[in-house]
């Protein structure tokens, strides 16, 4: 039988401890069980990308001797983290003939006041440092604050983070449960937008989504900054920057400013949208360049009007809040609007300057009209954003609107090109072989480094979370398994040629409780896919919420399970945005898709995949009927029992525990087109798909909580 586990004499080896050292797995268990041992020359390139030469055997040496002197010297660990309530203490290394003395200073600038008395050891020396205990008291309070330390000559102030060990239920989820709206916002237009869905769309979307079938909350696709300039990224999971609002969902007629323009001025942003708006009854494809080429004139004219005094402060208070990464992120856009889109390029401008190059400072200088615009954008798509969510929530919503989180950034992206010291150097993320990617999965993505993020609190993740809360009531983390771990690629493998590299899942899921907290909001964990079963319980144990697909929910047998056994915190839905709408799954146009677009392997796996679907599609219908959720005779005709079927299907959710419910807008109107086909780029419209009914009409967003498809799927819901 296969080994589950390392032997000792693998364990034993330098470079296997120098992995283990570094939070580098050198195995790991796959999805069906299987037990891999990574390679030596892929750990080799993980160590150097986390920061750690292990090229040959003595760098490996010197690397390990390193990593234990550090760990046996350095006065305090880098970031400190407490539970909230719980006492707890803290190393201090020292000379022996040193008197170790700390401080708390807490966020708000105030001293701790508690008496805070080092506990001196007197253990044997280790490489002329002993070891200290800091007893830290129960009575500090929730909150990201600075622990000083010091001995001798050595000082040290670090992060010191108390976080809740939950996240409190909102009052509704204690013995309830709450249901919302999935949707992609960019697919929902009105007659009014400007040929994609917009922060004015959203706004109606989520007023007329409780008003009309009193829904709580609303899912989006990630709204994180792009490029300010054609082409524009189609995937919403890769962004430029997590840290700040994409710009071109802003309404321009929805800024206050544009009330003041003049005549002439105004003409200008109607002729503008006029151009875009004939693209709002194109049921086929979205084109987020030409939207983009009409609106950013369209916001050069309203930025050009003049501000009240009271509007003037506020925006000079957004940029004193944001501080320096507003100003790298408007620097990156004015290069990239001066110089053109960055490129891998090494004669690209993003390969050639830094965001401290005298060239780069020069052009900023130089063009401080485009600087600010960009800087104005960031301020009212921020605004609209947070608009949206007090409509929602003045509507009634529990929750209102529900963020979704990117598990990382574009490579050439405006938060690589700023700050590259945060992300690791010569690898991506992605995810190892599984059943529905049998090479792995490249997301081109550059990770944070683990080091880097323990050096500085966390503070890049910190603000990063508090920052989304502004403008929601929940947060979803796509991939949550990376507060655990990612899986690192290193440049120029396979997929699959990667392994795991291990985050502090402790500081981060407190992050989250912490802003979740203070927000009165929720968090969902995306867990799906190869995920160690300690991910849910940790989840679960934070008050954090975990995610439950129906299509997924399935035995060792490939029966589907009762909902009865899905899992309390989750939110449960039938399908997700890498799965056709449920008319399309039911109707088979994933194999269809996949057959046009050439993915299979060969016959072989085609005819594989066809047979499954269709066991899948038989199995599912003997359990909607068995479970007394669909009618038997709907079966005398699936195609005229469509709404019926897919109506059953969430009935089935509703039957479950999980906390929050969720259907899918593209369930309601009977859309059957994929947004994201995996596996695909331009072979496919990924992500630039309009919202349209079965008969592949528009569907407009004033008029969507109005269908009776979709009326009768929320009354559903709302049972």
């Not at 200290?132 to 000559?153: C, K």
Request: charged share 25%; with cysteine.
């Amino acid at each position: 039988m296969e080994p589950k586990t390392e032997s000792q004499r693998r364990l034993a080896r330098p470079l296997i401890r120098l992995a283990k050292l570094s939070n580098v797995a050198t195995s790991y268990i796959g999805q069906t069980g299987d037990y891999n041992e990574i390679d030596d020359d892929v750990i080799v390139q993980v160590l150097n990308a986390v920061g750690v030469a292990a090229s040959n055997d003595a760098e490996i040496q010197t690397s390990l001797d390193a990593i234990e002197t550090q760990r046996a010297t350095a006065l305090v660990p880098g970031t400190v983290f407490v539970t909230l309530g719980d006492s707890s203490s803290v190393e201090i290394h020292h000379r022996d003939n040193e008197i170790p003395r700390a401080q708390v200073e807490l966020e708000s600038g105030e001293m701790f006041s508690d008496d805070l008395t080092i506990e001196r050891s007197h253990a044997q020396a280790v490489r002329g440092y002993v070891t200290s205990s800091l007893p830290l008291p129960a009575t500090l309070p929730m909150g990201y604050h600075t622990l000083r330390v010091s001995a001798g000559e050595r000082r040290a102030d670090v992060s010191l983070i108390v976080a809740p060990a939950r996240v409190p239920l909102l009052d509704e989820l204690k013995e309830g449960q709450l249901w919302g709206w999935m949707a992609q916002l960019y697919s929902i237009r009105s007659r009014e937008s400007w040929g994609i869905g917009d922060f004015a769309d959203l706004k109606r979307l989520l007023v007329d989504a409780r008003t009309k079938t009193q829904a709580d909350y609303m899912l989006i696709n990630p709204v994180h900054a792009a490029e300010p300039v054609s082409p524009l990224t189609p995937s919403p999971y890769l962004p430029d920057s997590r840290r700040f609002v994409n710009f071109t969902y802003i309404r321009p007629e929805d800024i206050e400013e544009y009330a003041k323009l003049t005549q002439q001025s105004r003409a200008k942003v109607e002729t503008a949208h006029a151009k875009a708006a004939v693209m709002n009854s194109d049921a086929d494809h979205l084109d987020r360049d030409a939207m983009w080429n009409a609106k950013m004139p369209a916001l050069w004219e309203v930025f050009s009007a003049p501000r009240s005094v009271e509007r003037e402060r506020e925006y000079e208070a957004y940029k004193y809040d944001q501080g320096p990464d507003l100003d790298a992120y408007a620097t990156w856009c004015v290069a990239c609007d001066l110089w053109g889109a960055p490129t891998p390029s090494p004669d690209s401008w993003i390969k050639r300057y830094s965001l401290g190059s005298q060239e780069v400072q020069r052009l900023v200088a130089e063009n401080r009209d485009i600087f600010e615009f960009y800087r104005w954008l960031e301020w009212i798509a921020d605004s609209q954003l947070v608009e949206a969510q007090k409509a929602a929530k003045t509507a009634g919503m529990s929750i209102g609107l529900m963020l979704d989180m990117a598990v990382g950034v574009h490579p050439l992206g405006s938060d690589v090109w700023a700050a590259p010291e945060r992300f690791a150097k010569g690898a991506t993320v992605g995810a190892p072989p599984d059943f529905y990617n049998q090479q792995g999965q490249n997301w081109s993505q550059p990770p944070l480094n683990p080091r880097y993020l323990e050096k500085t609190g966390y503070k890049t993740y910190r603000d990063l979370i508090h920052h989304m809360f502004t403008g929601a009531g929940a947060l979803r983390i796509d991939h949550i398994l990376g507060l655990f771990r990612l899986w690192w690629i290193p440049e120029g493998n396979a997929a699959g040629q990667g392994t795991y590299v291990g985050y502090n899942s402790d500081v981060m899921l407190g992050i989250l409780a912490i802003e979740a907290t203070r927000a009165g909001g929720v968090v969902i964990g995306e867990d799906l896919g190869v995920v160690p079963p300690y991910v849910a319980s940790a989840l679960s144990s934070h008050g954090l919420l975990g995610s439950v697909i129906e299509w997924f929910e399935k035995d060792d047998h490939g029966e589907f399970k009762d909902p009865s056994t899905y899992r309390e915190y989750a939110i449960a839905s039938v399908t997700t945005h890498d799965l056709p709408p449920t008319a399309g799954y039911l109707n088979y146009e994933h194999v269809q898709l996949r057959t046009a677009l050439g993915l299979f392997g060969g016959k072989a796996e085609a005819e594989d995949f066809v047979e499954t679907a269709r066991v899948e599609h038989a199995n599912l219908l003997d359990f909607l009927v068995r479970g007394g959720w669909l009618d038997a005779r709907v079966l005398d005709d699936e195609a005229a029992g469509e709404q019926h079927i897919i109506e059953a299907m969430h009935k089935v959710l509703k039957a479950s525990p999980s906390k929050l419910l969720c259907a899918a807008v593209v369930d309601g109107v009977g859309e059957r087109r994929s947004q994201n086909q995996p596996g695909t780029n331009n072979e496919y419209p990924n992500w630039r798909i309009p919202l349209a009914n079965a008969a592949r009409e528009p569907v407009y967003a004033e008029e969507l909580f109005d269908l009776p498809r979709v009326r009768s799927l929320g009354r559903l819901m709302d049972q």
